[in-house]
């Protein structure tokens, strides 16, 4: 921000709080997505009969462990992101929760949980993810990510112009 308090809110500044926020929050809520998928998806192997030798109880303690086990490494590399210069972020937030769909895909093949039936584009696009887990959005992770992820966003784009606008690039 600027010092007397008189202009505009400083670009950078506005996107090191916001990618604080955004890192924090979306570290949180990890666990229960990877709980929440894994779920989903026995719950829906079990609406077409029951699961012939599948503990639940075992999968669920599976999955909040490859919860925890997620959130690490999601908060690893959301930390070297965001703490990273703008110029050098070549990813982003949604690209590394992607990458965790490892996790619970890990936990369901354990279980024996056959793959689901996914489109073309998904097949050809994330080839690995066999149970469909892939997020479209961080809103699809949690719904609280939504206004952190575009404030972000947000502050990305104005620290991104500002830079331009200076010669900094």
Known sequence: MVADGAGPPDPEHLLAES???LGARLAEVVPAWVAREVARIIDAWDATG????????????????????????VAGRLYALLSSDLAAQSSTPLEIVRAAVTYPTAVLRHARV???VRDAFDESRFPDDIYGL??????????????PARAWGAAKAMAHKARHRTGQV
Do not use: F, I, N, Y
Not at 50 to 73: F, M, N, S
């Open 19 to 21: 990618a604080a926020s």
């Open 50 to 73: 029951p699961a012939p030798g599948v503990d639940h109880a075992a999968v669920r303690t599976e999955a909040l462990e490859a919860g925890r086990r997620a959130q690490e490494e």
């Open 114 to 116: 056959p793959a689901v």
């Open 134 to 147: 892939t997020p479209a959005s961080l809103g699809a992770v949690d719904e609280s990510l939504v206004d």
